[in-house]
């Protein structure tokens, strides 16, 4: 029987399989960023989040040491985060375009956003190893989001992420290679995939990835959908 996304949730914030990432998850909440001193850092797995009915799966990389580690939710509370949500924002996806916290109100429509790997790596580079922990994770929530239809994934460890799970086991992967804007149909009963740069603030800043590169990846997102 497969689980709801609660079930998933509870489940996936009490993991500790991979030490390295639960002692850094943990030393970063503890010892804390100066500006963020007077917060509670989460310091856990974070799980996905949006739209129990969405059609499209946005597929990230990692939670941010001082983001998602400290807010809980994905995307939230760091650079990449303040580029992300006010595309989605404009692209009618989110209720807002600002994301600061799990009470900010924030509201997905269409749309579920989760990451290759739950928990914070140290210079958010995740280990091979790592990744496959986290991916049962991935499975069991897209097998929960009955409506699903395509999957945005936000740089290219996000699509051989995706592409390395049982249900892509038939794809030809060498053919399915990373590059902004690069749309590919898949098979029967599974979901399209859209790739796009990441948000990441090191692409951003310098100008890889900007915002009406970003707005146009939403906006064939949209059109996609049926």
């Known amino acids: 029987m497969e689980k709801s996304l609660d079930e998933i949730e509870q489940a996936l914030v009490a993991c500790r399989k991979c030490p390295r990432l639960v002692a850094w998850r943990e030393y970063v909440a503890h010892v804390k960023r100066r500006a963020y001193r007077d ?3 989460w310091g856990k797995p974070v799980p996905g989040f949006g739209d129990p009915d969405a059609r499209i799966f946005i597929l990230g990389l990692a939670p941010g040491a001082h983001g998602s580690n400290r807010t809980g939710r994905m995307f939230t509370g760091d650079g990449s985060g303040n580029f992300l949500y006010p595309a989605l924002f404009k692209a009618g996806f989110a209720s807002q375009p600002e994301a600061t916290t799990r009470m900010d ?3 997905l429509r269409d749309l579920f956003i989760a990451a290759v790997c739950r928990c914070a790596p140290p210079e958010n580079k995740p280990t091979k190893d790592e990744i496959a922990n986290c991916l ?3 499975v069991q929530e897209m097998k929960a989001l009955s409506k699903l239809q395509g999957v945005v994934v ?3 460890i996000a699509l051989e992420g995706l592409l390395s799970l049982p249900a892509f086991a038939a794809l030809p992967k060498k053919q399915f290679t990373f590059g902004h804007d690069r749309f590919y149909e898949t098979l029967p009963g599974l979901p399209w995939i859209l790739c796009s740069y990441h948000p990441s603030l090191q692409n951003t800043q310098t ?3 900007t915002a009406e590169m970003f707005d146009r990846i939403w906006q064939e997102a949209k059109s996609k959908l049926y």
């Open 105 to 107: 109100g924030l509201v």
């Open 207 to 209: 100008g890889r990835l």
């Open 39 to 41: 917060q509670d850092y």
């Open 154 to 156: 936000l740089g290219k």
């Open 136 to 138: 049962p994770w991935l």
